[in-house]
T-cell receptor, first 115, second 113 residues
Framework: SAVISQKPSRDICQRGTSLTIQCQVDSQVTMMFWYRQQPGQSLTLIAT?????????ESGFVIDKFPISRPNLTFSTLTVSNMSPEDSSIYLCSGTGTLGEDTQYFGPGTRLTVL | AQSVTQLDSHVSVSEGTPVLLRCNYS??????LFWYVQHPNKGLQLLLK??????LVKGINGFEAEFKKSETSFHLTKPSAHMSDAAEYFCVVGITGGFKTIFGAGTRLFVKA
């Protein structure tokens, strides 16, 4: 298994600003993902964070709005840029691929409120 | 293409009675299937995982799920609900050939005293 931490756990931001969320895994994982969970909704995959290269984004998400970095096998960041109230959500990162297994382990999430 | 449907958005049971949370999936291949639980203001916790080794999968906290290929179902059950089981439950299917997953819409479980 893998233990995943995220920082910050929550934040309140003004519209037009940007927030960077950090995700740290306690062991090397093959894949890291970023999800968004809007209020009362399920999880939607934003992108796959690729080590040392550009992230792979799902339909409806773009790099300019959600730039992602993954400099090594245990760390990734997601930036929410030029925020609007519609970006108020929980953002979660996950890791998988430890020892070849496909189980995803999730961080506790970052609760973002945009005013 | 894979997909997953949770048939109930809300389920309400009395403490001590059985729990049934329904999930149907669509997949061209033998899928990986998961159930996760999310307690209020908490992260996602893996309850159990199906990987074709056995059709009846036992998970944590007394939960289990049965994979039925003929019905394309993976329903989650528990013989006796506890107040602490009140949470949101997600059925998840793994996308073949990779590690990505698709989440169901979720089922909110309410447990009455």
């Amino acid at each position: 298994s893998a233990v995943i931490s995220q920082k910050p756990s929550r934040d309140i931001c003004q519209r037009g600003t940007s927030l960077t969320i950090q995700c740290q895994v306690d062991s090397q994982v093959t894949m890291m993902f970023w999800y968004r969970q809007q209020p009362g909704q399920s999880l939607t995959l934003i992108a796959t964070a690729n080590q040392g290269s550009e992230a792979t984004y799902e339909s409806g998400f773009v790099i300019d709005k959600f730039p992602i970095s993954r400099p090594n096998l245990t760390f990734s960041t997601l930036t929410v840029s030029n925020m609007s109230p519609e970006d108020s959500s929980i953002y979660l990162c996950s890791g998988t691929g430890t020892l070849g297994e496909d189980t995803q382990y999730f961080g506790p999430g970052t609760r973002l409120t945009v005013l | 293409a894979q997909s997953v449907t949770q048939l109930d958005s809300h389920v309400s049971v009395s403490e001590g009675t059985p729990v049934l949370l329904r999930c149907n999936y669509s997949s061209s291949y033998s899928p990986s299937l998961f159930w996760y639980v999310q307690h209020p203001n908490k992260g996602l916790q893996l309850l159990l995982k199906y990987t074709s080794a056995a059709t009846l999968v036992k998970g944590i906290n007394g939960f289990e799920a049965e994979f039925k290929k003929s019905e394309t179902s993976f329903h989650l059950t528990k013989p006796s609900a506890h107040m602490s089981d009140a949470a949101e439950y997600f059925c998840v299917v793994g996308i073949t050939g990779g590690f990505k997953t698709i989440f169901g819409a979720g089922t909110r479980l309410f447990v009455k005293a």
